[in-house]
């Protein structure tokens, strides 16, 4: 192996990440933090690579004492007015995405999507969305299907938690006192 | 294919789990029934396909409007004094289960095993257990591994899922209130 | 709790899920043990309760020798031609299921249904099926949501399991060696 | 909300994890690519978050043509000699992580361990190691309960996946194929 060669991918995909993260519109990122804060109960949503981030933040979200489930897990109630559906998906064209979120307007829940396409199916039916504007990575690092949105997905939401902590006074004492002592 | 033998094994499985039921103690039924309704959360663990009947009643658990939780799913709190972690082993002597039992009671929570050793580490761990007396499968359907505990561990817990309803007045639409609206 | 009324329901249940078994056409079962056989690679497939069993038959079936897979689970590859989608859905009307089954028929696999309607979306998409003729509950056990189907759908996939073990020759040792043992 | 703060830690979160990146051992990343490249099958492993990560890796190495598998999930098989089971864990001290490492050894399989911890039970039972030098945050982001691990550890294997892909020659394409069509 070519460690050089390695620190250079590495290089690369933290600063695609860097770039795609400085894009992101404040505002949007002002309306999700919102959107939790005063939401009843938040789902969330992804398929495949995207599902295991979600998941990483709908933990994040019940350390911090909220009420998040993620969709398809065993004890996920049904959804309904007042709460959110946060699906995360890049390209926002997986039929079954679409459908989910058609399935959660219906019944009456709000919907923010997380995706890099803002002309997707997804993006229309959403209410809300934080659009990662994904780089051109043309001579850079050529990754592939979807790994520098699901890379920014991840550190974005680490800092939704990360801030969230501090806004509402949380300590990593109470977040741990929530944390599963079953492993 | 020979239809003539499929009816027959089919017969016989059918005929090994009426067996197995009709032989647990009712008495320890009567306590996992009282167990379930005085506890404050239910935690189901099981590994591998005692795992999938233990997220079958997790989810039933939740229907009837229960706290139930998946030991290892997303968002599975940390357990504590007044939870009960319901435990499914054929054999009580996984050393993860194991491991997990100790955990629950460092905790503080009660634990109950439903298993078909009672001289297992689980066994001697559990606060109560509900045992599984196999029928010896000689002669007969000749199931391998622990197949005739998951297929009467199944349909005991359908049973405890349906007595429940009953003492408790819930309907049908109760629980469809409480279903997943996202599939 | 009374427990004569407990033995009751689970009597009830058992006696159910008999009648459903001994009602499944045994042509489809000759087809659905084919199609096993001669398929290159099964994924299997169910929401909820449903997805729990096929669960369990995916790992019996890895357990056996074949090559299969749950779809939704981390490692699963494209599927294609020559492969078979196993579905298992009591309605058949749950649109996540239907539009599965269109893009696995897109893509030039196979499918067979497992479900209790004849007359649904799902059983008119799939090539095969294995209808589950539930009875009618009224005056006896009353389950809800689809329990009776889960509940024969569990034994009948117990049943072919068994029934392959015979055809193929395969001891429990076998099956042991392709057992997980991280657990 | 004040965009500025959330800036602010987004700029914390992104620039511990390049200072942990850059004291990763080179010679420990030439050894983990190629036990990669080595072995037969892997099984990847992780509780929670790490878990999550592990899942993300794991659904790669598949995309790239390796035979991955995910301990815990259904068709998952025994482990054994030539296999490596790759774990991923902060601090190295869970008793289920560790119970898990021994039963992979004792099964004759290599050991590879990601940890921030060099002096726990999970890099002593390991055969090899990546260590991630968590820097302090004093000072710094204050993120909680292992988040800037599972960041670093997120963005290192993608590294890693990246340069496979290089290494190996596989486009794009190779990965679309072997990827999921069921969603």
């Known amino acids: 192996m070519d460690p050089e060669k390695f620190r250079e991918e590495l290089g690369l995909i933290h600063s695609c990440v860097k770039k795609v993260l400085s894009r992101i519109d404040e505002k949007e990122t002002t309306e999700f933090i919102h959107s939790i804060s005063s939401s009843r109960r938040m789902f969330l949503s992804g398929q495949g690579r995207s599902g295991f981030i ?12 909220f ?5 398809g897990e065993t004890i ?10 946060i699906v995360c998906s890049c390209s926002g064209r ?3 995405t679409v459908e989910l979120v058609r399935q959660a307007r219906q019944s009456g829940a709000g919907v923010f999507a997380l995706t890099a396409s803002r002309d ?4 229309r039916l959403a209410h809300h969305l934080i ?8 001579g850079a690092s050529g990754e592939p299907l979807g790994s520098l ?13 990360l801030f969230l902590m501090g806004e509402m ?10 944390h599963t002592n079953l492993e």
Chains 1, 2, 3, 4 share one sequence.
């Open 169 to 178: 006074g949380i300590s990593e004492e109470d977040m741990l006192r929530r």
């Open 149 to 161: 949105f699901e890379q920014s997905l991840f550190l974005y939401l680490e800092g939704i938690a």
């Open 131 to 138: 659009l990662f504007p994904l780089v051109s990575q043309k």
């Open 67 to 71: 009420s998040s489930y993620v969709v």
């Open 94 to 96: 997986k039929s079954l």
């Open 54 to 65: 979600a998941r990483c933040f709908a933990m994040r979200l019940m350390h911090l004492g």
């Open 120 to 123: 997707s199916p997804l993006a």
């Open 76 to 85: 996920t109630p049904g959804i309904g007015e007042k709460d959110l559906l």
